[in-house]
Each structure stands twice: as C-alpha cells, then as structure tokens.
C-alpha cells in the first residue's frame, strides 16, 4: 500500500485536491517520522511541531474552501517542508548549524521564508547544516545536531550544506526541503542522497532583506525528489522582491518552471568535460562510468554531445579560496563566543581576515573575469554535462579534520572540484541521480549523481532538459526509496 511519504510533493498535492488526504493528516504522518528518525538521520535541527499543526488546519480549512468557490491555490499548497537552518525564521531558533549561536531566535524572516509561506507550504521545521554552510559535509558541533547521513547507508554523509534537507528527503521525513548553495550545497548533497538538486541561477532568488553575500556565489533553492516537484518550488521561490538592487529577468506572465518541464526540448549542443575543474585528482571510475552512462542518453534522446576543455583550470583556486575565506570571516559572531566555532571556521576567519579591503576586492574581480571567459567560452552551447562528485559519497568523519582544517579544505577540495565553478559563473545547475555504485560489501548500493549546467538566466530551459532527461530514466536508474526507508515506517 502507498504510504503518504512514498508521494511526490506534487502527488501529495494531487491528492489533496482528489480529498484523499488533507494537510493535516499529511503533516502529522511527518512529525510522527520525524519525531522517530530524524536523529538516525541527522535531518533536523528544530521541529516545530505546534506552529506546523497550526498552519495544517488553517490549510485544511482554507482548502476545503477554495474547493467550494471554485478557486485555485498555489501548486504546492498545504504540503510540508521545512527551511535550512541558515535562514533567519521569525519567532523560530536559527543556529546557523553553530554552537555559538544556539540560542539565536530572529525577530524577522528572510524573503525566502516568506515566499514559502505565502506559498502555503507546511514548515516542520529547520533542517541540519553545517557551521555558516562552509563544508561540503553536514557534521555541526554535536550540541546543535548529529551528523546527516544518507538514506542509502548510514555510514555515508549526506554532504553539505543542505545535508539535513537531503537526509530528510530522501529518508521520506519530507516531501520537499528549501535549500542552499553557495559552491555545490544543493547539489552535493542531492548527488549522494538520490536527489534532485536544483541550484537557480544568480538572481533568481531574492537575498532580502540582508543581501548578505556579496560574493553573488550562493543562492535557495530547492531540494526535491522528482524534477516536476523541483520545478513547482522554484516557481514559489523565485522573482525579485520590492528593492531588490539585482535580479535575473523573471518568467513571461502566464509562464512557470512547472509548465516549462511538460516542453520538449529541440536538439540541443551539449558540452561537456570530465577532468576535476579545481583539482587534478583523477575522477573515480564508477563516478566516470555514470558521465558516461548519461552522455549516452542524451545522444539517444537526439542531442549533440561535444568534448571541449574545463574553461576554468584549478589556478583559479587560491583566488576563490580567498573570496571563501573573507565571507566566512564576514559572518557575525561575538568576540566573547569565537571560542565556540568549529576549527574549520576558526581557520578560514583567520585568513579571511589576513586580507585587506583591496586584495578582497582584487579577488573579487579576478572571479568576475574567470566567470566571464568561462561563460564566453560555453556561448554557442545549450548546456554543460559533468560529474557531480569527483568520487563516491564519503563516510560520516571522512573528510572533516578538526586538527588540520587546512587538510579538511583540500580534502573537499579533491571530493566536490566541480560544482563551485557554477556559483562562481551564476549559471544554473542541477544533479540528477542517473547512476548506481556497485553493491558494496554490505550489498548496499550509493547514488550517483551526473550535473547539467544551462545558460545564464535560462533556468527554464534546463528544467526541460532536466525534465526529458528524467522521464527517458523513468522505471531504470531513476531516483527511488532507499531500502532503509521500508524499514523505517
């Protein structure tokens, strides 16, 4: 029998509307695995049981109306998610993953909040992240939250920073989760999560009321389990709120990220390359068996496939090192509670804070002119296909090295050397699961996801692609359940 947490986020909708099942029912059934799971997981950081209740009935009640009037409702209306805990919740604790902020609870919410909210989305909660979303691992202090680790195998990290919102996903606590990434954080962990995810191009999600992050290398998005379902919360998420300073062009009236999934693409020029953009590591061969599995399909499926080298070479590295370093030093913690960050962080604040205003700012423009060339170079290309990953999902502690963060860097360096390059150009990018791991020797199986770049602004063309791609996998490699999840009922 199908269980509520075997829907889509868009399924679950349907039945809404079908009077199947209402929000209500749906968000207790999550609480209750939640409230059972989410400490295997790692998947939340704050549950915020009462307030969902709330929102559930006044939904409930809100959609049994709307049926009688004959009114429509958002796409994804009365269907439960949650936030990452880098965005500020009003009312609601927001750690940041930190055990220096802990007890931080903001007086306001970020626009993407809101933007959940009016969406009339259920929020369960805050998901796990890492310290201010700097790792590519999900590990904070153990006083904030447990590791995240894959529904696939709990010896295997979610990755980061969106880890919680992938383990609770694909460990079937939710049915969607808002995201971030701001050097592969949605798609790092959607790759080793058997997820979709989604990174929006620059300008796509409004920063307010903040604009903290003056980089213009990080950006929300979403963390889902089907392409469609990705597609409907962006359609949620994105456009620019009143002053926002910079903004990507926004959809023709009428037009949605969901509607552009059910088009068919034309035949499509796809570049693509294999060789680590920022490390000269070699890449793993089951990892490269993947890549190569997907470029088959795309040229089945009638595009072009065009072997061209990476536009970006890994001497770009000490450059983004220092733009990394000096916004993880811009994050704002008291002096007296320095004490209590993380080694990693302590050590990229202290170089961040090493550089002067001008060397900061030469960085700045010497990323700028890399993502230009890298951009001109890709030009006459519809989209880009590379790895994900570098390698297969890495064991919870594999990579964090708390006496030797420099170590720690490098290590994550040589494990995600693809995914930054598309914060660094402002494209939009998506992971798709279209590859298995052999059986490991507990016979468990690790997902493996390929990446698609498009063109800057031209989000929805990749979600066509994306679509056509994931319909093509349907019934083969296609994202499915974890076996764990069976046992987790």
């Known amino acids: 029998m199908t269980q509520i947490h075997d829907l889509s986020a868009l399924e679950l909708a349907a039945a809404y509307r079908a009077e199947e099942i209402s929000p209500l029912e749906a968000t207790e059934h999550y609480l209750e695995r939640i409230d059972a799971h989410s400490a295997t997981l790692g998947a939340f950081v704050t549950v915020t049981a009462d307030a969902a209740r709330a929102q559930a009935r006044k939904a409930t009640e809100t959609m049994r109306a709307a049926r009688d009037l004959g009114q429509p409702l958002p796409a994804l209306f009365g269907v439960p998610t949650a936030i990452k805990d880098l965005h500020p919740t009003a009312g609601v604790r ?187 590591e070699p890449v793993d061969p089951e990892v490269l068996a993947a890549y190569e599995s997907a470029s088959a399909l795309l040229e089945s499926l009638g595009h072009e496939i065009i072997d061209v080298p990476a536009p970006i070479a890994p001497d770009v590295l000490p450059t983004f090192e220092i733009v990394w370093a000096v916004s993880t030093a811009m994050a704002p913690v008291p002096a007296e509670l320095e004490s209590r960050l993380r080694p990693l962080t302590r050590w990229l604040r202290e170089r961040g804070k090493r550089y002067s205003a001008p060397e900061f700012g030469a960085a700045m423009v010497a990323l700028y002119q890399v993502a230009a060339a890298a951009i001109r170079s890709l030009a006459e290309y519809d989209a880009v296909l590379t790895p994900t990953l570098a390698h297969l999902p890495a064991a919870v502690g594999e990579l964090r090295n708390d006496a030797d963060p420099a170590a720690d860097f490098a290590a994550q360096v040589r494990y995600t050397p693809f995914t930054a390059q598309w914060n660094v150009t402002g494209m939009p990018a998506v992971s798709l699961p279209m590859g298995w791991s052999a059986p490991r020797a507990d016979g468990s199986v690790w997902p493996i996801g390929v990446m698609l770049a498009g063109r800057p602004a031209e989000d929805h063309l990749l979600y066509v692609l994306a679509a056509q791609v994931e319909e093509a996998l349907s019934g083969g490699v296609a994202w499915r359940r974890p076996p764990i999840v069976a046992q987790l009922r």
């Open 94 to 280: 927001t750690t940041y993953g930190s055990a220096a902020l802990a007890d931080y609870v903001p007086d306001v919410s970020d626009e993407v909040v809101l933007r959940v909210e009016r969406a009339g989305m259920i929020s369960l909660g805050k998901t796990n992240t890492p310290e201010f979303g700097s790792p590519c691992y999900t590990e904070p202090d153990e006083s904030v939250a447990p590791p995240a680790r894959s529904a696939y195998d709990l010896t295997r990290s979610a990755g980061g920073s969106s880890g919680g919102a992938a383990a609770a996903v694909s460990g079937g606590l939710l049915p969607i989760a808002q995201a971030s990434d701001g050097g592969g954080s949605i798609r790092i962990p959607a790759s080793v999560c058997g997820l979709v995810g989604f990174k929006p191009g620059r300008g796509r999600v409004s920063k307010a009321p903040t604009y903290g992050d003056i980089t213009g290398l990080s950006t929300a998005g979403p963390m889902a389990s089907t392409v469609r379902d990705s597609a409907a919360f962006l359609d949620a998420l994105a456009g620019p709120s009143v002053g926002e300073p910079t903004w990507a062009p926004t959809l023709p009236s009428g037009e949605t990220y969901l509607g552009w999934c059910d088009r068919t693409p034309s035949r499509l020029r796809i570049a693509r390359w294999s060789d680590a953009a920022l490390s000269p």
